[in-house]
């Protein structure tokens, strides 16, 4: 295996500019699935990925999700493409994830040049929306695949892929697909990959085990049927902004603790195993608060720091649907207000146990205000915490792909944010799902000036072939 897989990465090197040129050719494509005026760009995308797939010898199928409304029309969802690159019995088959629609951006939002136009930086940097988010690692399984095939190299899996164009506006129409064809096209399938992640810092590559889920709630507060005058009614009527702005400060304290009776008690505890995991990991405070602008860190520890992000529940406020926001002042009291907040969930916390414990506090905290006004509260939605061990196969042939490319040990992460398809993929398939990132913590991703280095868009395309051939070798 040494010796193919050194002719692999000789290739590679040799290609470096032609990948470039390729990840150009995409990120011109500017496929934001949230704009209905872009809609045909997202499903050019999909076309774009399916024909040059189709073009190396895959067999492919468009799957159409449905129908949605957005901004006034009904669109057609963006199609999924699912692809198979050989069917060797004798193989070992990994099914890979990535999505080609990407959020919005305008050169006026401060982007530095065109988003849609990919601009290679002195420093390395490839510059434009969704080079690291995440059309560079979806493009690097194509650019793997065909690499093998110019090399001469035998391809060492059976590849399946399944590609969508709503990831960035919730994936819509998604996992009716893949509870569909999990006995039909993902039969088979022994272990599943995703890259649309990232390092936890810059220089150091990781692997990911661990992502929270989240809970979004709304919570409303009517009172009068029509938004009254202060200078009338001041005083003089409960007023529904002044009880949401009560409820919402007893939901979570200034050290980020959530105030809720009994939420900490289904959380998994922390062994000695995982209190070794955050031994020389790569990340500081210093770093962090670089990267925020201004150091507004809750926790001195920065252990303490890494497990309030990945390990422990947090709640956080998000916005007030109802009340003045417009310039200028409006001495207007709101007749109904609606508060936003989402409560981040972890091992091993049940979902609805979560949303009992949130109902039943709210509504005795809105009793002891003794308001004449009405409350309730709403859960919009929910998708659980996802968490697998390190030590799988899959995740142990990751790990000796990384120690190759980059010559170092990864790091063993979890992540704070939610990337549901990886559950739905791992309850659907009873398979492994690992998450490989190839892009650094600094990419931007939904910012302005969102980039990928060359350094991680090439080594990372190294990485994914070493690893398929790790795969492979595993007994």
């Known amino acids: ?27 011109a494509i500017p496929s934001v699935s949230s704009d209905a005026s872009r809609r045909g760009d997202v499903v050019r995308m999909g076309e774009w990925l399916q024909a040059r797939w189709e073009t190396l010898g895959a067999q492919c199928k468009r799957v159409d999700p449905g129908k949605q409304e957005l901004q006034g029309e009904v669109l057609d969802l963006p199609p999924v493409i699912l692809g198979q690159y050989g069917n060797d019995p004798g193989k070992k088959t990994v099914l890979v994830y990535g999505h080609y629609d990407v959020q919005p951006a305008l050169l006026e939002d401060g982007w530095e040049t065109d988003p849609f136009t990919l601009v290679e930086k002195e420093d390395g940097r490839l510059v434009g929306r969704g080079s690291t988010d995440d059309k560079g690692p979806v493009l690097g399984w194509l650019l793997c695949a065909e690499t093998h095939k110019q090399a001469g190299i035998e391809m060492p899996v059976n590849l399946k892929f399944c590609f969508e164009g709503m990831e960035e506006s919730g994936s ?19 272990v599943v990959c995703i890259s649309d992640n990232y390092w936890l810092g810059t220089q150091k590559p990781c692997l990911t085990h661990g992502l929270r889920g989240v ?216 398979t492994n799902v690992l998450l490989l990132p190839m892009g650094a913590a600094d990419d931007g991703a939904h910012s302005i000036n969102e980039k990928i280095d060359k350094r991680n868009y090439i080594q990372g395309i190294k990485l994914l072939g070493a690893y398929l051939h790790e795969v492979a070798a595993l007994d």
Do not use: C
Request: proline share 5%.
């Open 215 to 430: 809970s979004y709630f709304h919570l409303e507060v009517e009172g009068p049927g029509a938004d009254l005058h202060s200078g009338v009614f001041g005083g003089t009527v409960h007023e529904p902004m002044v009880d949401l702005v009560h409820l919402l400060a007893r939901l979570v304290d200034n050290d980020g603790r959530i105030k809720v009776p009994g939420i900490y008690d289904q959380v998994m505890a922390v062994t000695d195993e995982e209190e070794q995991s955050y031994e020389g990991l790569e990340f500081s405070h210093k770093a962090l608060a670089t990267d925020l602008k201004h150091d507004v860190i809750i926790h001195d520890d920065e252990r303490m720091t890494l497990k309030h992000r990945w390990r422990y529940p947090t709640l956080s406020i998000h916005g007030v649907e109802g009340a003045f926001y417009a310039p200028g002042d409006k001495t207007v009291i709101p007749a109904r207000v609606r508060g936003k907040f989402s409560l981040r969930t972890v091992p091993n916390m049940e979902l609805p146990r979560v949303a009992e414990l949130v109902t039943k506090y709210l509504e005795d905290e809105f009793a002891k205000l003794g308001s004449k006004n009405r409350m309730r509260v709403i859960e919009t939605h929910s998708g659980r915490w996802w968490y697998s061990s390190p030590d799988h196969p899959n995740f142990v042939a990751a790990a000796k792909a990384t120690e190759r490319v980059y010559g170092v040990k990864p790091d063993v992460t979890r992540e704070g944010g939610s990337i549901p398809v990886t559950l739905t993929f791992e309850e659907n398939l009873k």
């Open 172 to 190: 819509e129409g998604l996992d009716a697909i893949i509870v569909d064809e999990a006995d039909k096209w993902f039969k088979g399938t022994d």
């Open 1 to 27: 295996m040494a010796n193919t897989v050194e002719k692999y990465f000789d290739l590679v090197d040799q290609n470096q500019q032609k990948f470039i040129e390729a990840l150009r050719e995409v990120v």
